[in-house]
């Protein structure tokens, strides 16, 4: 019986909030998929750690002997990394993504970061989908390329690109002849979804708000690009995507097509709001000062 990092953390916002709208805010995720994570880590545990009326949450007694050790093992995890960095000489940039960004974001950004900072690592993680912070929310991410929306009120984006979203269709689908798709003529196919944790980015990528209150068939979840193409692949859904990412991903097996009837997709950068570090300003001027028509798409 392990309790991963991530989920002794959730748990400690809640103990401290009270309040799971207020904890999930604090967080930026859902407050479904903080109530699921909460849920999982009691299954884990074999102990309630809240009792939740309709008006209220507390600790349970069990619950209020477990956060001690809960705060104390986030704190020393902490401790441990700086102290590793410190012994490293290690300073850290560590930019997270969603998706494979491409579209002439980074290279240009990163030059001229590595241009204007001295003695900074870059670091490009590409983070599942059960966190649609993309690192930002748990503190591992520095900045991250993110899909909106995102969840929470302690970030700021700012909008890098438009683009029409396209259906990633198994190769041989009855569809897969058309030059376009209207999504209507998707709303009887199954899809492959992205985790509950994705909350509202879930929503989106399944087009819940296209749908006339008809909830979507899920064929097949995935919590990574790959995972995604492979389901698709092997028949279990249909999935859709953004413009500029079919070229990304290319991959036997499958057929990408235009969807018309939906709005488009928005990749931004994102940055925590409390974040006031120079080397933090210096990476976004360096993205935010590409030309405009070099950062979006129509």
Same mark, same amino acid.
């Given at each position: 019986?392990?309790?991963?990092?991530?989920? $002794? *953390?959730?748990?400690?916002?809640?103990?401290?909030? !009270?309040?799971?709208?207020?904890?999930?805010? *604090?967080?930026? #995720?859902?407050?479904? &998929?903080?109530?699921?994570?909460?849920?999982?880590?009691?299954r884990? $545990?074999?102990?309630?750690?809240?009792?939740?009326?309709?008006?209220? #949450? +507390?600790?349970? @007694?069990?619950?209020?002997?477990?956060?001690?050790?809960?705060?104390?093992?986030?704190?020393?995890?902490?401790?441990? !990394?700086?102290?590793?960095? #410190?012994? &490293?000489?290690?300073?850290?940039?560590?930019?997270?993504?969603q998706?494979?960004?491409?579209?002439d974001?980074?290279? @240009?950004?990163?030059?001229?970061?590595?241009? =204007?900072?001295?003695?900074?690592?870059?670091?490009? *993680?590409?983070?599942?989908?059960?966190?649609?912070?993309?690192?930002?929310?748990?503190?591992?991410?520095?900045?991250?390329?993110?899909?909106? @929306?995102?969840? /929470?009120?302690?970030?700021?984006?700012?909008?890098?690109?438009?683009?029409?979203?396209?259906?990633?269709?198994p190769?041989?689908?009855?569809? &897969?002849?058309?030059?376009?798709? &209207?999504?209507?003529?998707?709303?009887?196919?199954?899809?492959?979804?992205?985790?509950?944790a994705?909350?509202? $980015?879930?929503d989106?990528?399944?087009?819940?708000?296209? +749908? %006339?209150?008809?909830?979507?068939?899920?064929?097949?979840?995935?919590?990574?690009?790959?995972?995604?193409?492979?389901?698709?692949?092997?028949?279990?859904?249909?999935?859709?995507?953004?413009?500029? %990412?079919?070229?990304?991903?290319? *991959?036997? /097996?499958?057929?990408?097509? @235009?969807?018309?009837?939906?709005?488009?997709?928005q990749?931004?950068?994102?940055?925590?709001? %409390?974040?006031?570090?120079?080397? =933090?300003?210096?990476? !976004?001027?360096?993205? $935010?000062?590409?030309?405009?028509?070099? +950062?979006? +798409?129509?």
């Open positions: 019986m392990d309790a991963h990092l991530r989920e $002794l *953390r959730y748990f400690v916002a809640v103990a401290d909030e !009270l309040h799971f709208t207020r904890a999930a805010e *604090r967080l930026f #995720v859902s407050q479904p &998929a903080l109530s699921k994570q909460i849920r999982a880590l009691e884990r $545990l074999g102990f309630s750690l809240f009792s939740r009326q309709t008006r209220s #949450v +507390r600790l349970t @007694p069990a619950g209020e002997a477990f956060l001690p050790a809960a705060r104390e093992a986030i704190a020393a995890f902490a401790r441990g !990394l700086e102290a590793a960095r #410190v012994l &490293a000489d290690q300073r850290v940039f560590t930019v997270g993504m998706t494979a960004v491409g579209r974001l980074q290279r @240009p950004a990163l030059q001229r970061f590595r241009e =204007l900072t001295e003695h900074w690592t870059v670091s490009m *993680r590409l983070i599942g989908w059960h966190d649609p912070t993309a690192g930002l929310g748990d503190g591992t991410s520095d900045v991250a390329f993110v899909w909106l @929306p995102v969840p /929470g009120d302690g970030l700021h984006t700012r909008v890098l690109a438009r683009e029409r979203r396209w259906v990633v269709l190769f041989g689908h009855r569809l &897969a002849g058309h030059t376009e798709i &209207a999504f209507t003529d998707l709303l009887v196919e199954p899809f492959v979804a992205l985790p509950d994705a909350g509202p $980015l879930r989106f990528w399944l087009a819940t708000d296209a +749908r %006339n209150g008809r909830d979507p068939l899920i064929g097949s979840e995935a919590t990574s690009p790959d995972e995604v193409f492979e389901a698709v692949a092997s028949g279990l859904g249909v999935a859709l995507l953004a413009e500029g %990412n079919v070229g990304l991903y290319r *991959r036997p /097996g499958v057929a990408c097509r @235009p969807v018309t009837g939906l709005a488009p997709a990749l931004a950068v994102a940055w925590r709001a %409390n974040d006031h570090r120079k080397v =933090l300003t210096t990476f !976004l001027q360096g993205l $935010l000062a590409q030309p405009a028509d070099a +950062r979006a +798409r129509p």
